[in-house]
């Protein structure tokens, strides 16, 4: 009964013509053809390949950004993030991510998603902050709206959906991991909504899923001193839900989908969704809003200054 899972489909409402129309607009604007060909080929990978359906897709220039994986018997998806040096996240990368959760979603055969990181010692840097510095003011408006769609495909998947997180987990990559059902985490590095320290503001979005996450107190505390936590003070918080030895973390985290899976999915996808669409909801109503507070806020000469000499200071640290 577990296994007998129906899905809500991405049907061709004016928000899914949007997103197509918002899709070939990207390609044409950046050159991502080969994300288009890729994600075509995507489709005609799967049917033919037996028990390890095996996709990756790329973009010009750079393969094997993002791997995704669906193994056929379990139906568990394993998303792997691959974008050196440390899976910041930029356009090309977001959308990347997008279409494989598009893909995922509206596949039969997939039930539940892990996101890892094949990046050593790193699940994600949050977003690439070169976007953000210095930047071309269309590009950083179709940057956060991707991201904004990141959020709502993975907050408000019917999937069941965990994070394996293997590595430093800081702001938009924390996002990412929030908006699983399930985190396991590898001891000894830090997540968190770090935000303040850099001299930005977490939106409303992000401030919502660490209050749904963790509760108002301990949220208020976090986004305005923008702790980083390590895994154990995560752990205590609620921020993740297990630690366990870098090596188990794949295998714990395909244990709890297991586990996830035995509980009847249309109750589960129900119950998820009532709880969450009230802040995918709020989300949706304030879009456009939301982007131009992030544009008229990041392309402020004070807040352009500040992540000057943030990027500078890694560039430090890195030397
Ligand atoms: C009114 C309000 C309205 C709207 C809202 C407004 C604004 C809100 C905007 C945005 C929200 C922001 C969300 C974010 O996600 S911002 C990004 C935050 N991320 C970080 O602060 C992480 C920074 N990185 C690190 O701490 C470390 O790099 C890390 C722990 C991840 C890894 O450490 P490690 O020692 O392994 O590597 P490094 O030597 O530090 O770095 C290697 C290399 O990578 C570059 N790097 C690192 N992080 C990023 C990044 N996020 N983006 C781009 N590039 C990054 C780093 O500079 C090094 O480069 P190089 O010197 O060229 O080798």
């Known amino acids: 009964m577990g296994q007998v899972q129906s899905r ?25 053809c080969e994300v288009r060909q890729c994600s075509k080929r995507w489709k005609n990978l799967c049917p033919q390949t037996k028990n390890l359906q095996k996709c990756q897709m790329s973009s010009a220039g750079s393969s094997e950004m993002l791997q995704v994986t669906v193994d056929d018997k379990s139906g568990i998806a394993t998303m792997t993030m691959c974008r050196p040096p440390v899976n910041s996240l930029n356009l090309e990368f977001l959308t990347q991510i997008n279409i494989a959760l598009e893909k ?42 991707t991201l904004q769609e990141m ?24 996002l990412m991991a929030m908006s699983c059902d399930y985190r396991v985490m590898a001891p000894g590095y830090k997540i968190g909504l770090n935000e303040t320290q850099l001299g930005i503001v977490a939106p409303f979005w992000f401030q919502d899923l ?7 107190r301990q949220s208020e505390m976090a986004l305005q001193l923008g702790t980083l936590f390590t895994s154990e003070e995560a752990l205590n918080l609620g921020m993740v839900d297990k630690i366990v030895p870098q ?57 352009q200054k500040t992540l000057g000499m943030y990027i500078e200071s890694l560039k430090k640290k890195a030397k």
Not at 124 to 142: F, H, K, S, T, W
Not at 210 to 216: L, V
Not at 258 to 269: D, E, L, N, S, V
């Open 210 to 216: 660490i209050i749904n996450t963790m509760g108002f």
């Open 8 to 32: 809500l489909t991405i049907s061709p409402t004016p928000t899914k013509l949007a997103w197509m129309m918002h899709l070939r607009m990207l390609t044409t604007m950046h050159g991502l």
């Open 104 to 145: 995922l979603e509206n596949s039969k055969d997939c039930s539940g998603l892990i996101i890892t990181s094949k990046i050593p010692k790193i699940f994600c840097a949050g977003l690439d902050i070169m976007e953000m510095y210095q930047p071309n003011v269309d590009r950083l408006q179709e940057f956060w709206r």
């Open 247 to 303: 090596e188990q973390v794949m295998e714990t985290a395909i244990q709890e989908i297991h586990k996830w899976k035995k509980i009847p999915g249309f109750a589960r996808q129900i119950t998820k969704s009532a709880l969450r669409k009230p802040s995918i909801d709020k989300l949706h109503s304030k879009r456009e809003e939301d982007i131009a507070n992030f544009r008229d806020f990041i392309t402020k000469d004070s807040i």
């Open 151 to 174: 959020y709502i495909r993975l907050y408000g998947s019917q999937l069941i959906t965990a994070a394996a997180i293997n590595g430093a987990s800081p702001a938009g990559g924390c």
